[in-house]
């Protein structure tokens, strides 16, 4: 049967999931029924992981075997790291989380997708280290050792402790951790049906994570978050910004950061992290690129706001990464280590009733062209 071809399969269902839902028209993202502004207020990143992948919030019991079932898990296998001090060190940090977890797939047996027991552990190792290898890539890639995880540290005060050895101050912790809740789940983008077609195939988790990674990378997904620190850096001060939105509108170029095929409203996720980065800078110092901006989106606005193009959830999450220190190239990784719960909460689901992914196709080439020897072709 002859169907529309929808270019970016845009408006076409690929799934039906309980896992997340947004309102674009409204500007609502909820995760399991429960409004991620509800999430970020209340729970934290491992028990909204354990929310996305299992459907319900856990019970004290749960939540106390789950955090010490991941907390267990954090280290990688040395020979992980061996790995890693291979890579070139000018590498992308994402090339090298792909390369880890493709890696971490060898050493862990997960062939046999319907062991329901194997699955919760490989999305136990999972989530617990991505944050590992992220932050051992940091260190590694400038000749520096990586630091162990510490137990008695809590899951992002533990990843931010990795990245400097310095148990980082409260504020930081609670930032980061909201910041990990926006970035867990957000329903069909590309990097989770990337993940969605690997596991239809029945492959295992942890190739499904190292597929989804791969999609993640790109400017128009995760990447953006890097590009927009970079472009607040090249326009500098809060004066330039109306220049600068004006001249690349006019370059027919797009504002990195903007613009989403679901919302047409500002990302509640942006609403949420532009709120984080004021109460981050409240404690520790203002940033000159939470003003620039400002600017920019105030800018963009008198543009783009016609068109149903607002920020986004990369637009301010870099701003806070920037003023904890961390390298612009490692925000997209960052993303990942949150992501991967939603990844490995859309790959649990689809098991219950798997499909291959096998789309079809509308030919627009020749047919019956006969095949010209070498020397004949002009
Ligand atoms: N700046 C300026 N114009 C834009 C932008 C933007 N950021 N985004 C879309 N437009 C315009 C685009 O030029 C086009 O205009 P026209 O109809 O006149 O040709 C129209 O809006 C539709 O754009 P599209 O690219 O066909 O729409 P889409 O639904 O395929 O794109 C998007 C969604 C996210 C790829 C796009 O908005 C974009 O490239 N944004 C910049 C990159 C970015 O911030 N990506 C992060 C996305 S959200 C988080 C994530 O997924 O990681």
Known sequence: MPHDFMPGL??????????????GARGVLEYRGIRVEELCASSSYLETAYLLLFGHLPSRGELSKWTED???????????????????????????????????GMF????????????????VRLVA??????????????????????????????????????????????VFDDCLILHAEHTMNASTFT????????????????????????????????????????????????EFVVQRLADKRKLMGFGHRVYKVKDP??????????????????????DVAVEVERAASEHLDAKGIYPNVDFYSGIIYDKMGIDVDLFTPLFAMARVSGWLAHWLEQLHENKLFRPDQIYSGEHNRSYVPLNERS
């Not at 862990?108 to 999305?123: I, L």
């Open 10 to 23: 845009a408006g076409v269902p690929a799934a039906k999931s309980a896992i997340s839902d947004v309102d």
């Open 195 to 242: 993940g969605m077609i690997t596991a239809s195939t029945l492959a295992d988790p942890y190739t499904v994570v190292a597929s989804s990674i791969g999609s993640l990378k790109g400017p128009l997904h995760g990447g953006a978050n890097e590009e927009v620190v970079q472009m607040l850096k090249e326009i500098g001060t809060p004066g330039h910004a109306r």
């Open 70 to 104: 991941v907390t267990r898990h954090r280290r990688v296998k040395f020979t992980i790291i061996d790995l890693m001090k291979c890579l070139p060190e000018h590498g992308h940090p994402m090339d090298a989380l792909q390369a880890a977890v493709a890696a971490l």
């Open 129 to 174: 280290k991505l944050p590992t290898i992220v932050a051992a890539w940091a260190r590694l890639r400038r000749g520096d050792e990586a630091i162990p995880p510490r137990d008695d540290l809590e899951f992002s005060e533990n990843f931010l402790y990795m990245m400097t050895e310095s148990v980082p101050p409260a504020v930081w912790s609670e």
């Open 108 to 123: 862990y047996p997960g062939r046999n997708v319907k062991d329901v027991e194997n699955n919760y552990w490989s999305a």
């Open 269 to 290: 996720r942006a609403v949420i992290l532009q709120s984080l980065s004021v109460k981050l800078f409240k404690a520790c110092g203002s940033s000159p690129l939470y």
